[in-house]
């Protein structure tokens, strides 16, 4: 017999007594069980007192007494009576807010109530088919139970005594389809109109506009329900809410995602900055294009859907179809993109100035690497964010191999090609200049593909020879002549010594001690200021004290000050966003431009990094208007309480930004 099996013929002797007499005290004998007379043990009599003392611990039987004979056992059978309570249709005290699983869910209190109580059992898809014991300890867990109950999301048995003391045991069955698919799909925002990323990005962007007590008006104003306005870190309230109405099913609540967004790109939401107002909107756009959406250049917020003829119909908030779908894609020009087609766009004037140059020498894989850069430009080009440039657009050739018979079967000539080829070129830079760290994101991302480019041209380029040098033999180098003067030096090289020493002059200035590690980025740099003059500087694992004069910004005189370059570092780390500052004013702008410059060449000559420490001014993806940005973190040195201070009030600002803001209801 299985272990199973043995329990269960122990609790078979007990039922059948207790068949007779279920109430009180009933008397059992003891006997070993064979297989047949004589024959193997099946469970012994030892082995049956073992199971009896099992079932009593587990409430089975009560009250077990053995006797003396071994042989002999009185009990009693623990029998549960089961109370059946007639509820209303809703039990829960929450039944009057809490109506349906839309109505949960904009209670973000009560909703992570309830992921709490799921995530008690694990992961409720893996949950098996079966019942779960659980046992309720308050007041607060029965109404959770209740509510569940009422939603559909639970079923549960109560079958606990009256008697009984301590936490209540309820048998729970899970409705696992409907929990994931109405409540927990929606919180991780798997049925949202837009990307759980890109409202992430959104929510971020505008929870950097005002103050959480600002925000939380800004929302009511537009109908956000109070519940939903939960005591958080700012992105992650606007976040909540902007998930909570993109997961809704009807497209009613759908809208408020539309208003949300559309209110939060509108100058007024800026301080009336249309500037500010237009690169948010750009911004924006970056995150709405792979769901389809797009904000016109008048803030109009249009989504795209398939109306099964392949192209796309355009619709706002309102149920307003945006007829033109060519014009939608025109008001957006996504500068990203702009920089991706410039590159490939570049790429493909090069290789067609090496096939004109090296003809003879083809092979078909220059065909194989025009093909895929003519499918990287079109598949940009159908795309929202390149300005309609598709209108203006025509592919070169069929094939790169022969195209100089197409060229000239259109009347054109070499020359015309290359015209045309950069007048494209221009086209897309007059909509929207490169950018810099752009361009490198794109050669980064494809690196394999313009890797197979430049050693394609290598290999297969055409080595030329002038006929004249080819029979001529090749010259003796003739020895450089020189001067000995005054028997120490040698006249002729005094001067390039000069230079190598004029040129090296920076070289010999102030460095960094430590080498960085290879790869190390300006956005790798900590600089905290621990007073006026003297710094902490932390370069990935690297970390070192020093001061104005070690780095090389001394200012003039005897006994020198801090030069202005280090001031404007100094500035910089004190600004209202760390590492920002704009300046309205034209004449200190220039004033600043040049220290700018200045500080630029020394941290550049310090970290031994060959590239400019700032962002460009102009507005650009890695900040919004014109302003001097930093690529360094800088960290200013901590300071006084507001009333004790004596600074300018650009710092006095950057200390109240960082008060606690308390949250009113």
């Known amino acids: ?26 008397h059992i004998q003891l006997y070993s069980l064979a297989e047949y007379e004589e024959g193997p043990t099946l469970i012994s009599r030892n082995e049956q007192k073992i199971i009896i003392k099992k079932l009593e611990e587990d409430r089975y039987v009560k009250n077990v007494f053995f ?30 807010k809490i109506k349906s699983v839309d109505n949960l869910l904009a209670d973000i209190a009560l909703r992570n109530e309830c992921l709490n109580f799921f995530n008690h059992f694990g992961d409720i898809k893996e949950l098996e088919d079966c019942c779960y014991e659980y046992g309720i300890q308050d007041d607060r867990t029965q109404e959770m139970v209740y509510l569940l109950e009422d939603l559909g999301f639970i079923s549960v048995s109560y079958d606990y005594d009256d008697s009984w003391v301590g936490p209540q045991e309820v048998t729970i069955n899970f409705n696992k389809k409907g929990i994931s698919e109405l409540f927990l799909d929606r919180i991780k925002g798997k049925n949202s109109i837009i990307k759980k990323q890109a409202l992430e990005f959104i929510a971020q962007n505008i929870a950097g506009f005002n103050t959480f007590n600002e925000l ?15 005591p958080n870190t700012k992105w992650r309230m606007v976040n909540d809410v902007l998930n909570y ?21 509108h100058p007024l939401m800026h301080n009336g900055d249309k500037d500010r107002a237009e690169e948010t909107r750009k911004k924006f756009n970056t995150f709405l294009e792979y769901d389809n959406f797009s904000l016109d250049d008048k803030g109009i917020l249009w989504q795209g859907w398939d109306d099964g003829s392949g192209s796309l119909k355009w619709s706002n908030k309102d149920g307003v179809d945006f007829d033109d779908t060519l014009n939608s894609r025109i008001a957006v020009i996504y500068p990203e993109k702009m920089s991706e087609l410039y590159v490939y766009w570049n790429e493909l004037i090069k ?10 020498k083809q092979k078909e894989e220059i065909n194989n690497l025009y093909f895929e850069i003519i499918g990287k430009v079109e598949n940009l080009l159908d795309k ?12 070169p050739f069929r094939n790169m191999i022969g195209c100089e018979l197409e060229v000239e079967n259109k009347g054109w000539t070499e020359a015309d090609l290359f015209v045309n080829l950069y007048n494209f070129l221009g086209e897309i830079t007059e909509i929207s200049l490169p950018v810099r760290q752009d361009i490198e994101a794109t050669k980064g991302i494809n690196a394999d593909f313009f890797e197979k480019i430049k050693k394609y041209i290598e290999e297969n380029t055409v080595k030329k020879i002038d006929p004249k040098e080819a029979n001529q033999e090749p010259k003796k180098q003739e020895p450089i002549p020189f001067m000995l003067v005054n028997d120490i030096g040698i ?20 460095k960094f001690p430590y080498k960085l590690p290879a790869g190390t980025k300006w956005e790798n740099i900590v600089i905290k200021f621990e007073d006026d003059n003297k710094v902490f500087i932390k370069a990935k694992q690297l970390e070192h004290y020093t001061n104005f004069k070690d780095m090389g910004f001394i200012g003039k005189g005897n006994n020198p000050e801090p030069s202005e370059a280090w001031v404007f570092l100094r500035v910089l780390s004190m600004a209202k966003i760390t590492g920002e ?13 040049a220290q700018k410059g200045i500080l630029g060449e020394g941290l550049q000559n310090y970290f031994s990094i060959d590239y400019d420490p700032f962002y460009p001014y102009n507005s650009s993806t890695e900040k919004i208007g014109k302003s001097y940005k930093i690529k360094l973190t800088l960290i200013p040195p901590e300071q006084k309480a507001p009333e004790e201070a004596e600074e300018k009030d650009e710092i006095k600002e950057y200390l109240a930004e960082q008060m606690p803001v308390k949250y009113e209801e």
């Open 351 to 360: 290789l067609t100035k090496f096939y004109f140059s090296n003809k003879e």
């Open 245 to 265: 109405y993109a997961s809704c099913p009807l497209f009613k609540d759908q809208k408020m995602v539309f208003k949300i967004i559309e209110e939060a790109v």
């Open 216 to 230: 939380v008006n800004f929302l009511s104003d537009l109908g956000v329900q109070k519940s939903l306005l939960m």
């Open 491 to 510: 006249k002729g090289l005094e001067d390039g010594l000069k230079a190598l020493a004029q040129n090296n002059k920076k070289a010999d200035g102030p």
């Open 384 to 395: 929202a964010g390149c300005g309609g440039l598709k209108n203006q657009y025509q592919r």
């Open 581 to 593: 500052i704009a300046i309205t004013d034209k004449e200190v702008r220039d004033k600043w431009k």
């Open 1 to 26: 017999m299985t272990p199973e099996e043995k329990i269960e013929y122990v609790k078979n002797q007990i039922e059948e007594v207790t068949k007779i007499s279920p109430k009180g005290p009933v």
């Open 67 to 96: 006797q003396d004979d071994g042989v002999g056992v009185w009990l009693e059978r623990v029998i549960k009576e089961k109370r059946k309570v007639v509820y209303e249709t809703k039990k829960s005290k929450y039944s009057n």
